[in-house]
C-alpha cells in the first residue's frame, strides 16, 4: 500500500493518473492522508474514493501535522491491513506511479531487504528533469545527510519510498517523528537504531537505493530554500534523539476515514 500525504493539495492533484493507475495497475494499493488541509483537499480525495473504492482510500486529520505526521498516520493505518510492503510517494507525483512495479520487485526478489529508496541519478536513458538551484541545495543537504547517518546515501530526500512490513518499520514509526524538514533522514536513522537494537543486519545492507527512470520537478512544492536550511539545522538534532524515540509507541494520530459520500 502506498500512503499519499496531501496537504492543500485541490488545485494540484492529478485525479486522472490516479484513477488511472487504480483502474489499469495491479500494484500497490492508495491511502490518501488528507493532513487538515484547509481548501478542498476532503471533497477531492472524497470523489477519489468514490471513483475507485476497491482500490483509493482516505483519511482525513483533524490538524495539521506536517509531512512526517501525515506520513506516520498514513503507514499505521495501513500496517493494519496487513500488506505486505507500506510506502509513501508525493502526491505531485514527481516520481510517476509507473515506477511502483520496480519497488515492489526489488523487495520481492530479495527477501532481506527492508526498504527500497528512489534516487533522482540524472544518468544516460533516463529523465531526471530538475533546476539547477534545488538540484545543488540537494546535493549539499545530501551530503550532510550521508555524513550526519554515517551512510553512503546519494538521496535521502526523494519522495518515493517502499517498505517491508515487518517489526522494524513498526519500530520506525511507533512514535512521532521529531524533526519536520529532515524526516526522511530521521526515518532512515531510526531504522538503523532499531536494526542494532533487534541484532539484523544494518542498513547499509537491507536498504537500496532505486535510481528513477523519470521524475520531474513539479511547481507548486512546498519546500522552499528556506526548508531546506532548516532541514540542515535539523539534521543537528537526530542523533541525540532516535535512541529514545525507536520502539517507544504512543496512541496514533487520530484521522477520519473518508468516504465517497462526501464528495
Known sequence: MIVVPCYNEAGRLDVSRFVDYAATASGADLLFV????????????AGLVQRAPHRIRALRLAANQGKSGAVRAGVLAAVG????????????????????PRFVAALEARPALVGV????????????????ARHYLGRMFATAASLALGLAVYDTQCGAKLFRVGPLLSAVFAAPF????AFDVELLARLEEAARRAGAPPVERTVVE????EWRDVGGSKLHPLGMVKA?????????????DVGNPVAP???TWLTGAEA
Request: aromatic letters at 6%; proline letters at 4%; charged letters at 25%.
Open 34 to 45: 488528507d493532513d487538515g488541509s484547509t481548501d478542498d483537499t476532503a471533497k477531492v480525495l
Open 81 to 100: 491491513e496487513g500488506p505486505a510492503f507500506v510506502g509513501f510517494w508525493d502526491a505531485d507525483l514527481a516520481t510517476p506511479l509507473t515506477a511502483i
Open 117 to 132: 529508496i528512489g534516487a533522482r541519478v540524472k544518468l544516460l536513458g533516463t529523465t531526471i528533469q530538475r533546476s539547477a
Open 178 to 181: 521529531r524533526s519536520r524538514w
Open 210 to 213: 532505486l535510481a528513477l527512470d
Open 232 to 244: 540542515g539545522l535539523d539534521l543537528a538534532f537526530i542523533r541525540r534523539n532516535v535512541k529514545r
Open 253 to 255: 494520530p487520530l484521522g
